[in-house]
């Protein structure tokens, strides 16, 4: 028996050290899929990569501004009261700070946990 395929939305989470530049990497991805009730998001920083990019960059100010998306997912921190779709949307609102979501995608999914773990892997790690 086949599991049913479920429609998710996910976007990139980046970071961007100088807006003005527009240079960014890929640190992490956040996923939702409404018919799971699944939000979560992974985050895996390349310390060297963005040292290359922004060799004067701040790192632990960084790990502290990527810290609050898998908290705020699992509803800690200021969006923890909102059902998971609006914090999804929350989260991927455009904003103009080092720390960025990146637009929402869509695709469909049966193991919402095991496509977070694909994307974080095929977008950000590798």
Same mark, same amino acid.
């Given at each position: 028996?086949?599991?049913?395929? #479920?429609?998710?939305? !996910?976007?990139?989470?980046?970071?961007?050290?100088?807006?003005?530049?527009? #240079? %960014?990497? /890929?640190?992490?991805?956040?996923? !939702?899929?409404?018919?799971?009730? !699944?939000?979560?998001?992974? &985050?895996?920083?390349?310390?060297?990569?963005? =040292?290359? @990019?922004?060799?004067?960059?701040?790192?632990?100010?960084?790990?502290?501004? @990527?810290?609050?998306?898998? +908290? %705020?997912?699992?509803?800690?921190?200021?969006?923890? #009261? @909102?059902?998971?779709?609006?914090?999804? =949307?929350?989260?991927?609102?455009?904003?103009? $700070? &080092?720390?960025?979501?990146?637009?929402?995608? /869509?695709?469909?999914?049966?193991?919402? #946990?095991?496509?977070?773990?694909? @994307?974080?892997? +095929?977008?950000? $790690? $590798?």
């Amino acid at each position: 028996m086949t599991t049913a395929r #479920e429609l998710f939305e !996910y976007a990139l989470i980046r970071v961007v050290p100088r807006v003005d530049r527009g #240079e %960014q990497i /890929n640190v992490g991805v956040i996923l !939702y899929c409404q018919r799971r009730d !699944y939000l979560a998001a992974r &985050i895996h920083l390349d310390e060297a990569r963005l =040292r290359a @990019l922004a060799p004067s960059i701040d790192l632990d100010q960084v790990r502290a501004a @990527l810290e609050p998306w898998e +908290l %705020q997912c699992a509803g800690g921190g200021p969006s923890g #009261e @909102l059902k998971l779709g609006e914090r999804f =949307r929350w989260l991927t609102a455009p904003r103009s $700070t &080092i720390i960025q979501p990146g637009p929402v995608h /869509n695709g469909l999914t049966a193991d919402p #946990e095991a496509d977070l773990d694909r @994307l974080l892997d +095929l977008l950000v $790690t $590798t």
